[in-house]
């Protein structure tokens, strides 16, 4: 995603326009909100503000909060959020929230420069991914030969278990400084030509069934210290759906445990930690966003692999075209299906009840298929 520092400049002059002449706006605004979203059937409650990045962030948040909160999504349904960048009118409803969900680890590069700007010093933020080791985006494993590579220093020896288990809500979300101290190097990220795909942080962790039981107790906290009278609450609602996690987390592992082979071609480098969490090797086409270009190298890279290795599927995604994972399946013999990151779900999955859940029983579907071809 490029965020240029003339755009972010451009973007907080914006802002405090904005917050200058907006005033305080209904409780009732569902703008930021994604199609399909609930839309809250009273104008004015004592329900908490939330305003989450993207669809994983309001998935898990909505869960969590029940019916004691209106939960936004600031990017649209069907929109990728690696390129979105939030709008005047997006800063404005930051602005007025309660608390603010975001994934972290460099997946919403505009987020220091926005909520350092903002005049609502009460807004709780909740970074979900803290606590979570994260894994390097850098080449992302081109080389395809070595695959203990996927194994090299990132070990995290499942140390994200008990953080779990023990969810310590001394994470203390309501302090700014969460988006500082998490040791990410987000200044890195603002050089001409960075992005998502030359060195930065992998923020895809939601694909980990495993991971997202973290994210989702980090919600809870933020929201319980938003509300702590509905704490309770909070934590019961946490609980099942972490159970569902849970119960997902268990099928991922049965499902590749025998499978005749642990590795799979993707699109784009999204699927580390779904990878890593179940010893599996994931050999992508290109780096950690799906808008990057592979370059004929890389191409080349995975027409040896997918021959060498008699790859039978080329996974692609949605949201994004299909064409390079259908060159590559043209070139090898092989046949194309999608393995989708949940960055955002279309206007089609969310008309039909898809929720992240049901995407990532699809995904594991798609890669018991693939692993026993």
């Not at 029983?361 to 890669?367: F, G, I, K, S, Y």
Request: charged share 25%; with cysteine; hydrophobic share 35%.
């Amino acid at each position: 995603m490029k965020f240029s520092k003339k755009t972010a400049l451009g973007l907080l002059f914006s802002l405090t326009l904005i917050v200058a002449g907006c005033g305080q706006k209904s409780a009732s605004d569902t703008s930021a909100a994604p199609t399909g979203a609930p839309v809250p059937a009273e104008t004015e409650t004592a329900k908490l503000n939330v305003q989450v990045s993207f669809y994983p962030m309001y998935e898990f948040t909505k869960n969590v909060a029940g019916d004691l909160a209106d939960v936004h999504t600031l990017v649209p349904a069907g929109m990728e959020p690696h390129d979105w960048e939030p709008t005047p009118q997006d800063i404005a409803s930051i602005e007025k929230a309660d608390v603010l969900v975001y994934n972290g680890a460099g997946m919403e590069s505009w987020i220091d420069q926005v909520t350092g700007s903002l005049s609502n010093t009460s807004l709780i933020q909740v970074e979900a991914s803290k606590g979570i080791n994260l894994l390097e985006g850098g080449e992302h494993d081109h080389h395809h030969e070595d695959s203990e590579a996927t194994e090299h220093e990132h070990d995290h020896d499942h140390a994200n278990e008990a953080t779990t288990e023990e969810h310590d809500h001394d994470h203390d979300h309501a302090d700014k400084a969460t988006t500082e101290e998490h040791d990410h190097d987000h200044g890195a990220e603002e050089e001409e030509g960075q992005g998502h795909d030359h060195g930065g942080l992998d923020p895809h962790v939601w694909l980990s069934p495993a991971l997202a039981v973290t994210e989702v107790r980090n919600i809870e906290a933020g929201l319980a210290q938003a509300a702590p009278e509905h704490a309770a609450q909070f934590k019961q609602n946490a609980d099942a759906y972490i159970a569902q996690l849970e119960s997902l987390d268990q099928d991922f592992k049965a499902a590749v445990t025998d499978s005749k082979r642990k590795d799979f071609i993707t699109q784009h480098a999204a699927f580390g930690y779904l990878a890593k969490e179940y010893d599996l090797q994931q050999v992508p086409i290109a780096g950690l966003s799906p808008e990057q270009e592979p370059s004929a190298a890389q191409m080349a890279s995975v027409i040896d692999f997918a021959k060498e290795h008699q790859v039978k599927t080329i996974f692609f995604e949605t949201l994004v075209s299909s064409k390079v994972s259908e060159t590559i399946a043209s070139e090898v013999g092989a046949k194309t299906a999608v393995l989708n990151p949940i960055e955002g779900l279309s206007e089609e999955e969310i008309a039909a009840g898809m929720d992240y859940i049901s995407v990532m029983r699809q995904n594991l579907e798609a890669l018991k298929l693939a692993l026993n071809e």
